[in-house]
């Protein structure tokens, strides 16, 4: 059984920055993914940013809305995946959750980021 835990939501600006921060509590193998997505009230979770692992696919991908603002890190030896968040946007808020699969996919409980205009 894995687990994650997410940290590091809060309330930003417009044009500020938060860093995200998710540990796995069991082993999330080098390749298999590991990544971000968020929610808004009325509308289906949302791919942000995921990190597919290290086994010779597409290793990075991005939603396009956050493309050049967003950066996703992965340290694998600590289980661990941060996505850094840039030139916030109001409608970048959401309830963000960190994703990865281990054998099957498990789920973060959720950080708020709210950007006020």
């Known amino acids: 059984q894995v687990q994650l835990v997410e940290s590091g939501g809060g309330l930003v600006q417009a044009g500020g920055s938060l860093i995200l921060s998710c540990v796995a509590s069991?082993?999330?193998?080098?390749?298999?993914?590991l990544g971000w997505y968020r929610q808004v009230p009325g509308k289906q979770r949302e791919l942000v940013a995921v990190?597919?692992?290290?086994?010779?696919?597409?290793?990075?991908v991005y939603a396009d809305s956050v493309k050049g603002r967003f950066t996703i890190s992965r340290d694998n030896a600590k289980n661990r995946v941060e996505l850094n968040m840039g030139s916030l946007y109001p409608e970048d808020t959401g309830v963000y959750y960190c994703?990865?699969?281990?054998?099957?996919?498990?789920w973060g409980q959720g950080t708020q980021v709210t950007v006020s205009s």
């Open positions: 990190d597919n692992g290290d086994n010779g696919g597409v290793r990075i």
């Open positions: 069991g082993r999330i193998f080098s390749t298999k993914p």
């Open positions: 994703y990865g699969h281990g054998g099957l996919d498990y």
